[in-house]
């Protein structure tokens, strides 16, 4: 069973379009994560929400938007797609306890968007 | 604010040799944690191996080990017996103690020669 998925895998699209990225979990977690890898394989975080609720929220254009229906969920807008939101985004999950070494962070499978 | 910094863009390592990734960090804090990520060319990114900073004891995950030098702020990663399986793209990164996110170096991209 896949444990952190998101749909699609790929997405090209025009620029100017509004798309969505879809994440889902099945491993019980409580924490959410959204990472972008640019063109460079440089990878950041964007965004987290733990139990439904924004804990980070870096610097990134308010084109952007997540949003998480529930604990397993956490889904990722984008409007007005420009040629530099190109890259790979991916989705992470863990567990949160008192901090420890074992709140490994799950990846996803990412997915690649191009913008035109 | 945290930073993690590779240094070698790319190595090189011969099947069944050994092969040691350079990472330094920087912080101000005294306990955190520090990750070894895999990505093969499938992108799925792998948990490699972990160190949390107040254990002494460098961790090991069978062939793979880390070198820890907390007070040079020094991270690397040692491959024993290199496999073909192993080259990837090689990302160290780091979390505070009790925060949520991980700061990820440049990456390493680590080829294996048959």
């Known amino acids: 069973d896949t444990a952190v998925s998101q749909t699609p895998k790929y997405l090209v699209t025009q620029m100017g379009n509004d798309k969505s990225i879809k994440c889902e979990q099945n491993?019980?977690?409580?924490?959410m994560y959204w990472y972008k890898q640019d063109s460079k394989k440089f990878l950041k975080i964007m965004f987290s929400y733990n139990n439904k609720e924004l804990i980070i929220n870096e610097t990134v254009p308010n084109r952007f938007s997540p949003k998480s229906p529930d604990k397993a969920h956490l889904n990722l807008h984008i409007n007005s797609l420009e040629l530099g939101d190109s890259a790979v985004y991916f989705c992470?999950?863990?567990?949160?306890?008192?901090?420890?070494?074992?709140?490994?962070?799950?990846f996803g499978p990412g997915t690649r968007l191009t913008v035109l | 604010a945290q930073t993690v910094t590779q240094s070698q863009p790319e190595m090189s390592v011969q099947e069944a040799e050994t092969v040691t990734l350079s990472c330094t960090y920087d912080?101000?804090?005294?306990?955190?944690?520090l990750f070894w990520y895999k990505q093969p060319p499938s992108r799925q990114m792998i948990l490699v191996i972990r160190?949390?900073?107040?254990?002494?004891q460098n961790a090991t995950e069978n062939r793979f080990s880390v070198n820890f030098q907390k007070a040079a702020k020094s991270f690397s990663l040692k491959i024993s017996d290199s496999q073909l399986g192993d080259a990837a793209m090689y990302f160290c990164?780091?979390?505070?103690?009790?925060?949520?996110?991980?700061?990820f170096g440049a990456g390493t991209i680590l080829r294996v020669k048959s």
């Open positions: 912080t101000s804090e005294s306990d955190y944690y």
């Open positions: 990164a780091y979390r505070t103690l009790m925060g949520w996110k991980l700061v």
């Open positions: 160190q949390e900073a107040y254990k002494q």
């Open positions: 992470a999950s863990s567990r949160r306890t008192s901090g420890g070494a074992r709140d490994e962070q799950f």
């Open positions: 491993l019980g977690h409580d924490t």
